[in-house]
């Protein structure tokens, strides 16, 4: 009876709607391609009560490891195929070439007046000096980084 009971509860529970796959019948629009468009995926589908969606997760989990090994099989029989009809991998380019930081000026670690100023005047152009100077190294610093990263977006493929 026990049996009996197991027999109808697995026939009732494989019956159920989450372990129908759809196909499309879509095929590809070349006549000599042989192989059809991969299947749907697995589509869970929990029953009411905890036992029930306990199977129902087992038996999920099932048809996603038939689904990756019929996943594995369909991608192996395609490499065969373009094997067979001489087809080659085209060489990858790489997304990016390798950004070639430039060379920057050194950050100062302060500002250094000369011991000869004395006067206000003297400290001021001499501070406006090494602004300058600071401004100027920036300036050419912000301008090779540019260039050199337009060069690097240029080799990129994925803009």
Known sequence: MKLFLVA???LLLTG???AIRHVDPDYSSTGDWPFRPLEHPPVYAGGNSPEAKKLAGKMFVADVNAYAYYVYLYAKSLNNYA???GWRTPMAAPLCEE????????????IYL????????DI???LSRQI???IRSYREDRESFNHAYERHKSSCLVQ
């Open 8 to 10: 109808i509860l697995v």
């Open 114 to 121: 000369d011991p000869g100023s004395r006067s206000p005047q």
């Open 124 to 126: 001021s152009r001499d």
């Open 83 to 85: 094997e067979a009809k």
């Open 16 to 18: 159920c709607p989450g």
């Open 99 to 110: 950004f070639i930081r430039p060379t920057l000026h050194d950050i100062p670690s302060g």
């Open 132 to 134: 300058k100077s600071l």
